[in-house]
C-alpha cells in the first residue's frame, strides 16, 4: 500500500499571501494525484489531477506541480474562502486508493 | 447538473447492519465507475469501495473486507453500500464519489450520510 504523507499538518498564512503545501508517496506514484479542498460541513471538492490539471472550475490561483513522489500544491494569494483543509490522493496503485492526513490551511 | 445524494445513514448497534444508497442524476450513470469513502469525526478520508461502471470489478479497504458489500443498479442510475457486523470504528460520514471517465480523483461527491455505531 501507498502511503501519502503531507506537510504541514496546520499552515497559517495571511490573506493575500502565497501558501505551498506538500505531499510524498511512499513509492512512486507516477502523476497520477489530486488534489481536494474541504471545508467544514462540506464534502471534498476536486481542485487538482494529473498532478497538475486544474479541474473544471477552480480558480487559476490555484496550481499544482510534481511528479514521482514529490507533489506541491501551491495558492498564489489567498483568499478568505480558501481557508480549509487540503488532501492529496494517489491513483496509480489501486487497490487502495490512499490520501494523506490532511494540511489545514488557516488564517494568520 | 451532475448530481449524487447519499441515504441511509443513522444510528445503528454494535453487529448491525445498514445500508447505504447514493441516487446519481444529471450523467449517464452507467459510464462511470464508482466509490465509497468515509470520514471519522474530526479525521481524514478513507477511501472504502469501489465498482467499475458495469460492476464485474469490486475492490474494497482491508478494514471493510468481508463485512461490506458494495453493488450497482445502473437502470436505477443508483450506487449500494450493505454494511453488516458494523463496529464503532465504522462510526463516520459516508460518501458517494464519481470518477470521471479518464479515472483522474473523484470529480463529484455527494453530501454524504453519517453512521453512527453505538450501543
Known amino acids: 500500500e501507498i502511503v501519502m504523507t503531507q506537510s504541514p499538518d496546520t499552515l497559517s498564512v495571511s490573506p493575500g499571501e502565497r501558501a505551498t503545501l506538500s505531499c510524498r508517496a511512499s513509492q512512486s506514484v507516477s502523476s497520477n494525484l489530486a488534489w481536494y479542498q474541504q471545508k467544514p460541513g462540506q464534502a471534498p471538492r476536486l481542485l487538482i489531477h494529473?498532478?497538475?490539471t486544474r479541474a473544471t472550475g477552480i480558480p487559476a490561483r490555484f496550481s499544482g506541480s510534481g511528479s514521482g513522489t514529490e507533489f506541491t500544491l501551491t495558492i498564489s494569494s489567498l483568499h478568505s474562502e480558501d481557508f480549509a483543509v487540503y488532501y492529496c490522493?494517489?491513483?496509480?496503485?489501486?487497490?487502495?486508493?490512499?490520501f494523506g492526513q490532511g494540511t489545514k490551511l488557516e488564517i494568520k | 447538473e451532475v448530481q449524487v445524494v447519499e441515504s441511509g445513514g443513522g444510528l445503528v448497534q454494535p453487529g448491525g447492519s445498514l445500508r447505504l444508497s447514493c441516487a446519481a442524476s444529471?450523467?449517464?450513470?452507467?459510464?462511470?465507475?464508482m466509490n465509497w469513502v468515509r470520514q471519522a469525526p474530526g479525521k481524514g478520508l478513507e477511501w472504502v469501495s469501489y465498482i467499475s461502471s458495469s460492476g464485474t470489478t469490486i475492490y474494497y479497504a482491508d478494514s471493510v473486507k468481508g463485512r461490506f458489500t458494495i453493488s450497482r443498479d445502473n437502470a436505477k442510475n443508483s450506487l449500494y453500500l450493505q454494511m453488516n457486523s458494523l463496529r464503532a470504528e465504522d462510526t463516520a460520514v459516508y460518501y458517494c464519489a464519481r470518477e470521471p471517465v479518464t479515472g483522474t480523483g473523484y470529480d463529484y461527491w455527494g453530501q454524504g450520510t453519517l453512521v453512527t455505531v453505538s450501543s
Open positions: 490522493q494517489q491513483y496509480n496503485n489501486w487497490p487502495p486508493y490512499t
Open positions: 444529471g450523467f449517464t450513470f452507467s459510464s462511470h465507475e
Open positions: 494529473g498532478a497538475s
